[in-house]
C-alpha cells in the first residue's frame, strides 16, 4: 500500500486557492495568464471548481433589478452607442471650437508642431482630454477629472465612420504619448470606461466618457 | 445529465440575444447572492452583477459543457469578478475591518440547511472529517472570498500557518470526496 502524500504538488495546490479564492491580487492575476497558456493547469482548476461547486448551494438567491437595458447598451453598441458619439461629435465641432482655439494656441512643446487636434468630452462626464498629433506621435493630455476607479481603465479608442472602434489602449497615467494611429480629419476619439486592462476581445464595453473629432490645423 | 443553462450558454455563443435575456431572469438572482455575500454591499454588487453579465455574453462561446455544469461556470465567473473586486478594495485602504468579521458565521447554517433539505452532500460529510476550525476556514473562504492576510488576522494565527493548515484541509477534502 502507498501512503498518502502529506501535501498537494505545489501547481495544484495553487489552483485549489485560487478556486478557494484566498490569493491576493498579484497571485491571482498571475494564475490568471497561467489559466490561458497552460491546457493542464486549467484543467486542474476545472477539477477543484466541480470539487467545491456543492458549496454554492449556501449562497442564497437574491432578487436583483432588471438591469437588462444597461448591459444591452453596453454589448450591443453598432445600434444606440455609434449614433450617440456621432451626436457628440457634431456638438464638440461648436461648443468645442474655442476649447480647441485655446489649445493650438499653446506654445508648441517640441518641433514637429502638431498637425491635427482633438478635444475629448461628454455631456454627463466630468472627463476632458486633449489631444495632439504631431509627427508619428499622438500626445493625449487630461484637462479634467480623476482617474478610473478601483479595478476599472480608461481606455482610448479611434473610430473610422462608421466603423468599428478600434483600440489604442489603456491609458495608464493623465497624459500619455503613443505612436500615432492611421488618423485623417473627422475621425473620431473616444475614451470609455473599461474592466482592468481594457474591454475584452478588443471591443468597448463601457460607457464612453469622453469623445470628440480630429481636426486639422 | 439536463442542464437548461448549459443549453442557454452554448445558444447565447452563438449571439443569441433571446437565450441572453432568459439567462438573465433564471440565474441573476443566484448570481446576485453570490456578490452580496462577497461584496456586502447592494450598489456594489448591482454594479458588479452588470459587469458579470457582459462577461456572459462576451465569454460564453469559452465554456465547455463537458468540464461542468453551466450554473458552476457563471458562478465562477461571479466569484472572480467579485473577488478580484474585493482585492482592489482592499489592497488600496489597508486594514480593512469588515473582513473580519465576515466569516465566522458561515459553517453551522449551511449544514443545518443542507439538513433540513434531506440533502447532505458529500462535501458536508467531507467537511466533517475536518477539525471544526479548519473547516469553518475553508468553508467561509469559499463563500465570502477572504483572503489568506485576512483569515490569519481572524483566527489569530501566522499567514504561513493559515497557508499550511488550508492546503491540507484542501488534500483530506479531496481524498474524502475521492473514496
Not at chain 1, 438591469?67 to 455609434?82: C, D, G, M, S, Y
Request: net charge negative; with cysteine; proline share 6%.
Amino acid at each position: 500500500m502507498t501512503s498518502a502524500p502529506l501535501e498537494l504538488p505545489e501547481h495544484e495546490a495553487l489552483a485549489a486557492e485560487y478556486v478557494l479564492g484566498v490569493l491576493g491580487l498579484a497571485e491571482r492575476t498571475a494564475v490568471e495568464s497561467r489559466l490561458k497558456r497552460e491546457p493542464a493547469f486549467a484543467a486542474l482548476v476545472h477539477d477543484w471548481q466541480n470539487r467545491l461547486s456543492d458549496l454554492n448551494d449556501d449562497y442564497a438567491e437574491s432578487p436583483a433589478p432588471n438591469l437588462l437595458p444597461q448591459i444591452e447598451a453596453r454589448l450591443f453598441p453598432q445600434t444606440v452607442k455609434v449614433r450617440r458619439w456621432f451626436g457628440w461629435a457634431a456638438g464638440a465641432l461648436t461648443a468645442g471650437a474655442i476649447a480647441v482655439a485655446a489649445f493650438v494656441m499653446l506654445p508648441p512643446p517640441m518641433p514637429p508642431a502638431p498637425t491635427m487636434t482633438a478635444e475629448l468630452s461628454a455631456e454627463a462626464s466630468p472627463l476632458r482630454y486633449a489631444a495632439a498629433i504631431a509627427g508619428d506621435q499622438l500626445t493625449l493630455t487630461r484637462l479634467a477629472g480623476t482617474d478610473a476607479e478601483a479595478g476599472k481603465d480608461y481606455e482610448l479608442w479611434i473610430i473610422e465612420g462608421d466603423k468599428a472602434p478600434v483600440s489604442l489602449g489603456v491609458l495608464t497615467a493623465a497624459s500619455v504619448t503613443i505612436p500615432a494611429p492611421q488618423a485623417a480629419a473627422g475621425y473620431i476619439l473616444a475614451i470609455t470606461l473599461e474592466p482592468k486592462g481594457g474591454g475584452p476581445d478588443g471591443k468597448p464595453t463601457g460607457p464612453v466618457l469622453a469623445a470628440g473629432p480630429l481636426k486639422t490645423i | 445529465m439536463d442542464d437548461p443553462i448549459a443549453q442557454l450558454l452554448s445558444r447565447i455563443a452563438a449571439q443569441d440575444r433571446i437565450a441572453f435575456r432568459q439567462i438573465y431572469s433564471s440565474a441573476s438572482a443566484k448570481l446576485m447572492g453570490v456578490l452580496l455575500r462577497i461584496l456586502g454591499n447592494r450598489a456594489e454588487a448591482e454594479d458588479a452583477l452588470q459587469e458579470v453579465f457582459t462577461r456572459v455574453w462576451l465569454r460564453a462561446n469559452r465554456y465547455e459543457a463537458d468540464k461542468g455544469r453551466g450554473m458552476t461556470w457563471l458562478i465562477a465567473l461571479a466569484r472572480n469578478h467579485a473577488i478580484d473586486r474585493l482585492r482592489a478594495r482592499r489592497e488600496t485602504q489597508s486594514g480593512d475591518e469588515d473582513a473580519m468579521n465576515a466569516v465566522i458565521d458561515t459553517a453551522p447554517h449551511a449544514e443545518t440547511r443542507l439538513i433540513a433539505a434531506g440533502e447532505v452532500k458529500r462535501i458536508n460529510q467531507c467537511f466533517e472529517t475536518l477539525e471544526a476550525e479548519k473547516a469553518a476556514a475553508l468553508r467561509g473562504a469559499y463563500l465570502t472570498g477572504t483572503s489568506y492576510l485576512d483569515l490569519a488576522a481572524q483566527f489569530n494565527v501566522p499567514l504561513n500557518t493559515m497557508r499550511t493548515w488550508l492546503r491540507r484541509s484542501l488534500l483530506k477534502l479531496k481524498e474524502c470526496m475521492e473514496q
